[in-house]
C-alpha cells in the first residue's frame, strides 16, 4: 500500500496561466476527494468522484476549476486562469465508499500552489 | 455560524503533559467526528473517529463527544515532543468532511 499520491508537490505559476495537478488514489479506494487548504485554516471541501462520477462540487469550485476522474482510477485538478487568490495547499484524499471504514478518508501530501 | 470551530492556539506545554483539544459544532444532525494530525506541510493524517456520544481510546489518544453540548475533545496523555503538529477536527456530512481551523500544539521537551 502505497499511499495516496500527488504531483508535482509544488507549482509556482504566473498569474493567467493554467494548471493541472494529478492525484493518485489507494487502489482499492472508489471514492476520490479533493480539498483546498490555505495558510492558517483546515482543508475546504471542493469535490468528491465515485468511481468515474462526480456526486458533489463545492460552491467554491468555480469554473475555472475543473475536476476529472475518467476511468475511475487517478484524477486530475485543472485551475484554468489561475489568480493570485487560488494559491494555496491542494490535497487528495481517497476512501472506500461502503463498509464501517467509508467514512476513513486518506490523504495524499498535498501540491503547493504559488500565483505570482 | 461555522459549522465547525476550533481554537487555533497555538497552544505550548511540557512534554509529558495532558493535552486537551477542543471543537464545537453547529448541527445536531452530525453523527461522525474524526480527528486528524498535520504535520508542517504535510497531509493531514488520521488519528480517530468516534459515532455519535461517548468515548474512543487509542493508546495515549482518547477522543470524547458530548453531543449535548455539541462539543468534541482530544486528549493526549504523556505528550511528547513528536506530537507537536497541527490538530484538525472534523465532521462527516454527506460523503465530505468539513474541518474546523486546526489547533497549532507545540511539546517542549
Known amino acids: 500500500d502505497t499511499g495516496v499520491s500527488q504531483n508535482p508537490r509544488h507549482k509556482i505559476t504566473k498569474r493567467g496561466q493554467n494548471v493541472t495537478f494529478r492525484c493518485d488514489p489507494i487502489?482499492?479506494?472508489?471514492?476520490l476527494y479533493w480539498y483546498r487548504q490555505t495558510l492558517g485554516q483546515g482543508p475546504e471541501f471542493l469535490t468528491y468522484?465515485?468511481?468515474?462520477?462526480?456526486?458533489?462540487k463545492s460552491r467554491l469550485l468555480s469554473d475555472r476549476f475543473s475536476a476529472e476522474r475518467p476511468k475511475g482510477s487517478f484524477s486530475t485538478l485543472e485551475i484554468q486562469r489561475t489568480e493570485q487568490g487560488d494559491s494555496a495547499m491542494y490535497l487528495c484524499?481517497?476512501?472506500?465508499?461502503?463498509?464501517?471504514?467509508?467514512?476513513?478518508?486518506?490523504f495524499g501530501p498535498g501540491t503547493r500552489l504559488t500565483v505570482t | 455560524q461555522k459549522e465547525v470551530e476550533q481554537d487555533p492556539g497555538p497552544l505550548s506545554v511540557p512534554e509529558g503533559a495532558i493535552v486537551s483539544l477542543n471543537c464545537t459544532y453547529s448541527?445536531?444532525?452530525?453523527?461522525?467526528f474524526m480527528w486528524y494530525r498535520q504535520y508542517s506541510r504535510k497531509g493531514p493524517e488520521l488519528l480517530m473517529y468516534?459515532?455519535?456520544?461517548g468515548n474512543k481510546e487509542d493508546g495515549r489518544f482518547t477522543a470524547q463527544v458530548d453531543k449535548s453540548s455539541k462539543y468534541i475533545s482530544l486528549f493526549i496523555r504523556d505528550s511528547q515532543p513528536s506530537d507537536s503538529a497541527t490538530y484538525l477536527c472534523?465532521?462527516?456530512?454527506?460523503?465530505?468532511?468539513?474541518f474546523g481551523q486546526g489547533t497549532e500544539l507545540s511539546v517542549k521537551p
Open positions: 484524499a481517497s476512501s472506500l465508499a461502503t463498509g464501517p471504514v467509508a467514512y476513513e478518508q486518506y
Open positions: 487502489s482499492e479506494h472508489n471514492r
Open positions: 468522484f465515485q468511481n468515474e462520477a462526480q456526486l458533489e
Open positions: 448541527n445536531s444532525a452530525f453523527q461522525y
Open positions: 468516534t459515532y455519535s456520544s
Open positions: 472534523a465532521i462527516y456530512q454527506g460523503g465530505k468532511l468539513i
